[in-house]
């Protein structure tokens, strides 16, 4: 397997436009997390799915925030309008359980100018 | 407040001595304890975990860690380290055990001397 799959590896827009950022898991995997790392406040968990259904989203920022997961295959993470304080690296993760051995991405690096 | 603790931002060791990262937490219940590395531009690897049974635990690449209750600790070590495990170590945990999301500490980034 190829792992966890993220694109794009670096995306640099300016403040106002909408981000896409797309996740592949692990196929099997049930759970999906995205995660935001920023210097200021470490790793956070943003939202997670089990079998395509968000779980909590109790991590999401704010409004500007949205994820989907159409199929089991495939998550989306859309920021609009974007802003600079979204600059950040996002990560996804997958797992066959919410709390055991989570398979991360290589991330997504985000500015925000 | 509930935490996770991680006191060292950037520890620096020579090639071949021992390592000590530490981790400490403040949740009441026993939780579920984890470690793991991210290397440079990479997404994060679990070196090892800890639900219950031997406080001792053995990881991946060398890696061991001691599960403390009345410290309330989980500190990482390796007896001798290699320049190739110079990266980032996050302690982890589910602060519930079996229910509940992991929280990650801040990290201690680790570089080696030759």
């Known amino acids: 397997d190829a792992g966890v799959i993220q694109s794009p590896r670096h995306e640099v827009t300016e403040m106002g436009q909408e981000v896409t950022l797309r996740c592949k898991p692990i196929?099997?995997?049930?759970?999906l997390f995205w995660y935001r790392q920023t210097m200021m406040r470490g790793l956070e968990l943003l939202i997670y799915f089990n079998n395509n259904v968000p779980i909590d989203d109790s991590g999401m920022p704010e409004d500007r925030f949205s994820a989907k997961m159409p199929n089991a295959s495939f998550s989306t993470l859309k920021i609009q309008p974007s802003e600079p304080r979204d600059s950040a690296v996002y990560f996804c993760?997958?797992?066959?359980?919410?709390?055991?051995?989570?398979?991360f991405g290589s991330g997504t690096q985000l500015s925000v100018l | 407040a509930q935490s996770v603790t991680q006191p060292d931002i950037h520890i620096t060791v020579s090639e071949g001595a021992s390592l000590e990262l530490r981790c400490n937490y403040s949740y009441g219940a026993t939780p579920y304890l984890f470690w793991y590395v991210q290397s440079p531009g990479q997404g994060l690897q679990l070196l090892l975990k800890?639900?219950?049974?031997?406080?001792l635990v053995q990881g991946i690449k060398g890696f061991e860690a001691e599960f403390k209750r009345s410290q309330s600790s989980f500190n990482l070590r390796k007896p001798s380290v290699h320049w190739s495990d110079a990266a980032e170590y996050f302690c982890?945990?589910?602060?519930?055990?079996?229910?509940?999301?992991?929280?990650f500490g801040k990290g201690t980034k680790l570089s080696v001397k030759p």
């Open positions: 982890a945990v589910v602060p519930g055990g079996s229910q509940g999301n992991l929280i």
């Open positions: 196929s099997g995997h049930d759970y």
């Open positions: 800890y639900f219950s049974g031997d406080t």
């Open positions: 993760a997958s797992s066959w359980t919410a709390n055991e051995k989570l398979f």
